[in-house]
């Protein structure tokens, strides 16, 4: 049940000239401009998500997930209700309160233990809420005989699925089923990279948060770590590696990001080439390390998933999943029957314009680490960067042929928009010399972008091969200037990129640019700042996707300087 209720006290409802203003409707003001704002914002962050960030004052909302989320990570009632009413300026409304004390207490009233007798149990701290989920048609087949009031058998092969049943009826359940071991395998860290001695240049200790991170990881057993790009998530993937010391699988996004993770996992740990094995579409290794790709596990054929057998017919101590914010369908369901093992997810952002981020929560596990991109900046641990957006206006003839298109093609005309080319031009020219990131969706826009600039394209059709030559060129300065479609996105490592220039990007997708910036914001050796700049064309579907796209750095602390393309 709810403990005791911290706005009773007068002196509790009296606060101090706070930055935010917090509503009964759930939702939380900030004004950015005050004082404490960068403190409030990191004090809620763990229980309220943005939704708006304009220039002055920013809407975060209080969900029932970011409740439990915080409920998971050891945050109670009493410490979400102090800090509201700490950085509140008018008095908390005691009904929110109230709701909120009462949904975090909905985290935990239900358990997933082990029984030595009986195996896999529900439990249930509050006897009528078990008798409720019991009643409801989504646990038909999953719940087995009772062992009391309190306690109801679950079948094993259900473990997960049940989790996503009781999530959706508003009773997440704490599991605390535990592991199996899985079949074992020597993995340790290097107290540096292989060919360099303690002390020497390029020699390498865990970072603070990364040692953090893995300790909140291990101690909750399997959950997500949530890091800035370029702030060392292969690092923590492979130091949890390391403290389980079993065989692993690790799922990434493309074949070009899991030889990036072979060739960490040789240089940061004790396993050797022989022992890490790739699963993609070019190669089928099984190893006590395999690296699949999602795309290979999604393949499709006559109706059924031949490689997600993968996931389940080996003896995995561990899996992490890279970029787990981007789990496709099929993985989800798999990772539903996964629940006996170990599982990491790495992200820079849980945001999922689908909205299944409570499946992410029911069949990964909680958040269990969040370092905000800011704090990492003032660290000196990432990069800092300057984010702008370029506003071109359109032509008299392309707002013309935009007002009469379809809506459906109202956005590729507008991102697409034949103007873009000489913003980059401008852009280039302002850092010339500098390494510089070419970024758009559209193939043939990028194309065209790329002949005009003479700079080389990857996009999703070039081949491994070529890919991986063009990023080591692009890493040693051999090319300055490299035009990329989505492909990189993800997990690329490209530390001396300093600019990045995005012409056009997935519709309103607020991960795909967090990854974006992303890809500049590696530590510079010359502590020199990145520029991030975004083309759109004004008044159009473009400059609403950008805004949208735009809310979760905004959350992070980043703001756009808007100027005109004739300005720059």
């Given at each position: 049940?709810?403990?005791?209720?911290?706005?009773?006290?007068?002196?509790?409802?009296?606060?101090?000239?706070?930055?935010?203003?917090?509503?009964?409707?759930?939702?939380?003001?900030?004004?950015?401009?005050?004082?404490?704002?960068?403190?409030?914002?990191?004090?809620?962050?763990?229980?309220?998500?943005?939704?708006?960030?304009?220039?002055?004052?920013?809407?975060?909302?209080?969900?029932?997930?970011?409740?439990?989320?915080?409920?998971?990570?050891?945050?109670?009632?009493?410490?979400?209700?102090?800090?509201?009413?700490?950085?509140?300026?008018?008095?908390?409304?005691?009904?929110?309160?109230?709701?909120?004390?009462?949904?975090?207490?909905?985290?935990?009233?239900?358990?997933?233990?082990?029984?030595?007798?009986?195996?896999?149990?529900?439990?249930?701290?509050?006897?009528?809420?078990?008798?409720?989920?019991?009643?409801?048609?989504?646990?038909?087949?999953?719940?087995?005989?009772?062992?009391?009031?309190?306690?109801?058998?679950?079948?094993?092969?259900?473990?997960?699925?049940?989790?996503?049943?009781?999530?959706?009826?508003?009773?997440?359940?704490?599991?605390?089923?535990?592991?199996?071991?899985?079949?074992?395998?020597?993995?340790?860290?290097?107290?540096?990279?292989?060919?360099?001695?303690?002390?020497?240049?390029?020699?390498?200790?865990?970072?603070?948060?990364?040692?953090?991170?893995?300790?909140?990881?291990?101690?909750?057993?399997?959950?997500?770590?949530?890091?800035?790009?370029?702030?060392?998530?292969?690092?923590?993937?492979?130091?949890?590696?390391?403290?389980?010391?079993?065989?692993?699988?690790?799922?990434?996004?493309?074949?070009?990001?899991?030889?990036?993770?072979?060739?960490?996992?040789?240089?940061?740990?004790?396993?050797?080439?022989?022992?890490?094995?790739?699963?993609?579409?070019?190669?089928?290794?099984?190893?006590?390390?395999?690296?699949?790709?999602?795309?290979?596990?999604?393949?499709?054929?006559?109706?059924?998933?031949?490689?997600?057998?993968?996931?389940?017919?080996?003896?995995?101590?561990?899996?992490?999943?890279?970029?787990?914010?981007?789990?496709?369908?099929?993985?989800?369901?798999?990772?539903?029957?996964?629940?006996?093992?170990?599982?990491?997810?790495?992200?820079?952002?849980?945001?999922?314009?689908?909205?299944?981020?409570?499946?992410?929560?029911?069949?990964?596990?909680?958040?269990?680490?969040?370092?905000?991109?800011k704090d990492l900046e003032n660290q000196g641990w990432i990069a800092p960067a300057v984010c702008t957006e370029v506003r071109l206006t359109l032509g008299a003839g392309e707002r013309m042929a935009y007002a009469t298109a379809d809506n459906d093609e109202r956005y590729r005309l507008a991102a697409s928009?034949?103007?873009?080319?000489?913003?980059?031009?401008?852009?280039?020219?302002?850092?010339?010399?500098?390494?510089?990131?070419?970024?758009?969706?559209?193939?043939?826009?990028?194309?065209?972008?790329?002949?005009?600039?003479?700079?080389?394209?990857?996009?999703?059709?070039?081949?491994?091969?070529?890919?991986?030559?063009?990023?080591?060129?692009?890493?040693?300065?051999?090319?300055?200037?490299?035009?990329?479609?989505?492909?990189?996105?993800?997990?690329?490592?490209?530390?001396?990129?300093?600019?990045?220039?995005?012409?056009?990007?997935?519709?309103?997708?607020?991960?795909?640019?967090?990854?974006?910036?992303?890809?500049?914001?590696?530590?510079?050796?010359?502590?020199?700042?990145?520029?991030?700049?975004?083309?759109?064309?004004?008044?159009?579907?473009?400059?609403?996707?950008?805004?949208?796209?735009?809310?979760?750095?905004?959350e992070q602390g980043y703001s756009y300087q808007i100027v005109d393309a004739e300005d720059l």
């Amino acid at each position: 049940m709810p403990g005791p209720d911290p706005a009773s006290t007068p002196s509790a409802q009296t606060p101090p000239d706070g930055p935010l203003i917090v509503q009964s409707d759930k939702t939380v003001l900030l004004e950015v401009a005050h004082p404490a704002a960068d403190d409030a914002r990191r004090a809620i962050a763990p229980f309220a998500e943005l939704e708006r960030a304009p220039e002055h004052v920013h809407t975060y909302r209080i969900t029932p997930l970011a409740l439990w989320n915080a409920r998971a990570a050891g945050l109670d009632a009493e410490t979400v209700v102090h800090t509201l009413i700490t950085y509140s300026r008018f008095p908390v409304p005691h009904a929110l309160l109230t709701e909120i004390a009462e949904t975090m207490d909905r985290y935990g009233r239900l358990t997933l233990v082990t029984d030595p007798a009986h195996g896999l149990v529900l439990h249930a701290s509050d006897v009528a809420v078990l008798k409720e989920v019991m009643r409801s048609r989504r646990t038909t087949g999953l719940l087995g005989a009772s062992l009391g009031e309190a306690d109801v058998v679950v079948h094993p092969s259900e473990r997960g699925h049940l989790k996503q049943v009781l999530i959706k009826l508003g009773w997440p359940a704490e599991d605390l089923a535990g592991y199996v071991d899985g079949e074992a395998h020597p993995i340790a860290l290097r107290d540096s990279p292989e060919g360099v001695a303690a002390g020497e240049p390029g020699a390498f200790t865990l970072r603070p948060y990364q040692r953090q991170a893995v300790e909140s990881f291990w101690s909750g057993g399997s959950g997500v770590v949530v890091l800035p790009c370029g702030a060392g998530k292969t690092l923590v993937g492979a130091a949890a590696m390391a403290r389980s010391s079993t065989t692993t699988l690790v799922l990434v996004t493309n074949a070009v990001s899991a030889r990036q993770w072979k060739e960490e996992l040789t240089r940061f740990t004790t396993l050797t080439g022989d022992e890490i094995g790739e699963y993609s579409g070019a190669r089928k290794e099984v190893r006590p390390v395999t690296i699949a790709t999602y795309q290979v596990l999604t393949t499709r054929r006559k109706g059924v998933y031949p490689h997600l057998d993968l996931l389940e017919s080996h003896d995995w101590g561990l899996i992490v999943y890279d970029e787990v914010h981007l789990l496709p369908a099929p993985v989800f369901r798999m990772t539903a029957d996964l629940q006996a093992r170990r599982r990491l997810g790495l992200t820079a952002t849980l945001v999922r314009e689908d909205g299944r981020e409570d499946e992410v929560f029911s069949l990964i596990g909680p958040k269990r680490y969040d370092a905000p991109w800011k704090d990492l900046e003032n660290q000196g641990w990432i990069a800092p960067a300057v984010c702008t957006e370029v506003r071109l206006t359109l032509g008299a003839g392309e707002r013309m042929a935009y007002a009469t298109a379809d809506n459906d093609e109202r956005y590729r005309l507008a991102a697409s928009a034949p103007g873009k080319v000489a913003v980059v031009d401008r852009i280039l020219a302002r850092h010339a010399g500098e390494s510089t990131l070419v970024i758009g969706s559209y193939v043939d826009q990028l194309e065209e972008l790329a002949e005009h600039l003479g700079a080389p394209v990857i996009t999703g059709t070039t081949p491994v091969r070529e890919r991986q030559r063009l990023y080591d060129a692009f890493r040693s300065g051999e090319v300055m200037v490299l035009v990329v479609s989505k492909v990189a996105n993800f997990s690329i490592d490209l530390p001396g990129a300093s600019v990045a220039v995005q012409v056009s990007g997935a519709f309103g997708s607020r991960q795909e640019e967090a990854q974006r910036l992303g890809r500049i914001v590696r530590p510079k050796e010359d502590g020199r700042q990145a520029h991030f700049y975004t083309v759109v064309a004004r008044d159009t579907v473009d400059q609403e996707f950008a805004a949208h796209r735009q809310r979760f750095l905004a959350e992070q602390g980043y703001s756009y300087q808007i100027v005109d393309a004739e300005d720059l």
